[in-house]
């Protein structure tokens, strides 16, 4: 859907370095959430948001970092890329907490 | 903390056979159960989903069951067709930590 977007849709980056990845929804979702596809592992929870200025740690939040200044924004901030966190990255909204939730398009990451 | 193990991780069928994958959930208080269909390069979208009062829950070929006491739910697709073919993910989502935690999804091939 066009109401859910994320940039860049690919990225390349070396290791050490900080990157940030954008989501940003135009339904005025309250919930949103980031997750990361490897084979293997399915989609992982980073980090969580129920509303503007509260976020929660998912099942792997280390070496990210979250914020939510405003309900339609949700950027992910690797601080020190590492190459274990090449990954397909995805932010996804809902309108409700157990409601539909909706995906970006994904961004792929590479850590060189 | 919330685990959602899916099953199998592969599944190859013929074209008109039913195909079944099976999930189990760790968090007696999850109460949402939705399942995501990701074909090759895109996004997750939602299929079907259950909430936890309701036992099973069909639209046309697709159907879900859930089994609460054995913390299961299981997807059911009839007369698969090869459009069919995808990988499948089951979730859960505990409403009192709206978290939404995924399976590690199951491939299926349909053969024509």
């Known amino acids: 859907d066009a109401g859910i977007t994320q940039s860049p849709r690919y990225k390349i980056t070396e290791t050490g370095r900080q990157v940030t990845l954008m989501c940003h929804q135009t339904w005025s979702h309250s919930y949103m959430f980031w997750y990361r596809q490897d084979l293997g592992h399915g989609l992982r929870l980073i980090y969580y948001s129920a509303a503007a200025d509260i976020t929660d740690k998912g099942e792997v939040p280390d070496g990210y970092v979250v914020s939510r200044s405003k309900t339609e924004n949700f950027p992910l901030t690797l601080e020190s890329a590492t190459r274990s966190q090449t990954s397909v990255y995805f932010c996804?909204?809902?309108?409700?907490?157990?409601?539909?939730?909706?995906f970006g398009q994904g961004t792929r990451l590479t850590v060189v | 903390g919330e685990n959602v193990e899916q099953h199998p991780s592969t599944l190859s069928v013929q074209e008109g056979d039913s195909a079944v994958i099976k999930c189990t959930y760790s968090?007696?208080?999850?109460?949402?159960f939705p399942w995501y269909k990701q074909e090759l390069g895109k996004r997750p979208q939602l299929i079907i989903d259950i909430r936890s009062n309701v036992g099973e829950k069909k639209d046309q070929r697709i159907a879900v069951t859930l089994n609460k006491t054995a913390k299961h739910f299981s997807l059911h697709i009839t007369e698969t067709q090869p459009e069919d073919s995808a990988v499948y993910f089951c979730?859960?989502?505990?409403?009192?930590?709206?978290?939404?935690?995924f399976g590690s999804g199951t491939r299926l091939l349909v053969r024509p």
């Open positions: 968090d007696s208080a999850s109460n949402y």
């Open positions: 996804a909204s809902s309108e409700q907490a157990v409601t539909e939730a909706f």
């Open positions: 979730a859960s989502y505990m409403d009192s930590s709206y978290k939404l935690i």
